[in-house]
């Protein structure tokens, strides 16, 4: 079985560094684009319900609350903002508030 120790991004290429015998595995970042963008819609009604209770969201405090990477996290933030749950960013806050 192979453990993930780290991951490097160059050009492109989302290399994983295994346990085993320091063996790279390729693998293209649009795919890992894609399995945090199917997880981030996987968890987005729970993402809404707890934002809308919270009153306002941040792309680490998603990352905190659900098993997201940053990908994800940004991902489920811009859809909010596409539907009108949230407001943009509030520079002075860290994060944007619920649209009521």
């Known amino acids: 079985m192979l ?6 991004v160059n050009k492109g290429q989302v290399y994983t560094y295994t346990k085993e015998k320091g063996k790279k595995k390729p693998s293209t970042f649009h795919a890992y684009l894609s399995y945090q963008k199917a997880l981030a819609d996987k968890y987005y ?13 941040s792309i680490v405090w998603i990352k905190k609350q659900f098993p997201l990477g940053y990908h994800g996290a940004a991902y489920a933030v811009d ?22």
């Open 3 to 8: 453990i993930p120790v780290f991951a490097e």
């Open 45 to 57: 009604e729970r993402i809404v319900d707890l934002t809308r209770g919270n009153g306002s969201a």
């Open 79 to 100: 859809r909010m903002r596409e539907e009108g749950i949230l407001g943009n960013h509030d520079r002075e806050l860290g994060h944007s508030r619920v649209i009521v």
